[in-house]
């Protein structure tokens, strides 16, 4: 039998929802491309309910436990007398969600003998040590797609606030203000921008095909160059490199996983070939930009703007820069945790489970790290460090 932990963000203040604003949500079979939405073989949750938090248990309980499984979900994740330390030991699987991540490094994972598998409840499994569970014997899987498009929506949603001065403007009017001047004095139009993607993998693909509408200029790199009826079709221009995108660009967001390659990549130097007064949105990782590097490009305008929902660490505390530094738009790490995205990663754990305790095999295209090496969707995306 298996001892599955499961590390979760807390439940609402208020406590767990007991209604919700809408009464269902949209049913999506699959996605561009062809890829399937997650096939569990039964769901023991109601589609749209709070999966996420510690009530919520990603609607594992009644699966796991009706097998003889044990379930542990906390929220407590932080230093060696939280629950997640102290339950690695015996466990055999870590189920983890990047809003709120179980931090698995070289030392916990040392720590944890029978720990075999490492789900990502979403996308991003940056927060495991990858090189350590390659050496570990791990597997290492996410809900591949599951929450992408979730995130498309929010960055198309932040290049909009920033750009067209959106909340600086709402907060006039909750100020019960009416300085017009006040709110256009930062305010432009997005068409005829140049827009430029770091990486166009399924989440920047995405963002590219819903901004094509808005007639701006489209750019993207990536180490996976897109299919020429792709680029004819969006009207991209593709650069080799993210130094060679960014100068070009009015508005840069950032769509790559966090791995060797991109750890640091905007930092004082990458930025300062930006044009001035350059948007950047980032719902990537925190750690692709440098973090006061950033905080310096916005205090000296070389940045007109940074918006995204992911820092480090997380939670970020509470005098984080990012919270108070100049024209900024960010939002707690929630755009890839949607209750519609939550419904498709809570379902593809458990796809996932179902397939590991059977012994059958995990989609390939879920898979970060299998049998010692990056396998999957992770040897697509990722490198080592070795
Ligand atoms: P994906 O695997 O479809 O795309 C990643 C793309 O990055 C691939 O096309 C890959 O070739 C490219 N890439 C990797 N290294 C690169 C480099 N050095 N330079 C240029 N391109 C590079 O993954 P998807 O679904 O698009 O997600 C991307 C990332 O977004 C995730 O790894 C995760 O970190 C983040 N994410 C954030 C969420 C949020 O809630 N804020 C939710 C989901 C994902």
Partial sequence: MAKIVCVLYDDPAAGYPTSYARDDIPTIDGYPGGQTAPSPKAIDFTPGALLGSVSGE?????????????????????????VLDRELPDADVVISQPFWPAYLTAERI?????????ITAGIGSDHVDLDAAIEHGMTVAEVTYSNSIS????????ILG???????????????????????????????????TVAAGRIGTAVLRRLAPFDVKLHYTDRHRLPESVERELGLTFHPSAADMVPHCDVVTINAPLHPETEGLF???????????TYLINTARAKIADRDAIVRALESGQLAGYAGDVWYP???PADHPWRTMPHHGMTPHISGSSLSAQTRYAAGTREILESWLAGTPIRDEY???????LAGAGAHAYSTRV
Avoid at 74 to 81: C, I, P, V
Avoid at 151 to 158: F, G, L, P, R, S
Avoid at 267 to 277: A, E, H, I, S, Y
């Fill in 58 to 82: 990603l609607g594992l309980r009644e699966f796991l436990e009706s097998q003889g499984h044990t379930l542990v979900v906390t929220s407590d994740k932080e230093g060696a007398d939280s």
């Fill in 151 to 158: 995130v498309a929506e929010h960055v198309v949603m932040m």
């Fill in 110 to 118: 040392a720590k944890a003998p029978k720990l075999k598998l490492a």
């Fill in 314 to 316: 997380q939670p970020a």
């Fill in 162 to 196: 920033l750009v067209r001065n959106y909340l600086p403007a709402y907060q006039t009017v909750w100020d019960g203000g009416w300085n017009i001047a006040d709110c256009v004095a930062r305010s432009y139009d997005l068409e005829g921008m140049h827009v430029g």
């Fill in 267 to 277: 930092g004082d130097k990458l930025l300062g070939t930006m044009k001035r007064g």
């Fill in 367 to 373: 898979l970060i790290v299998d049998g010692g090496r």
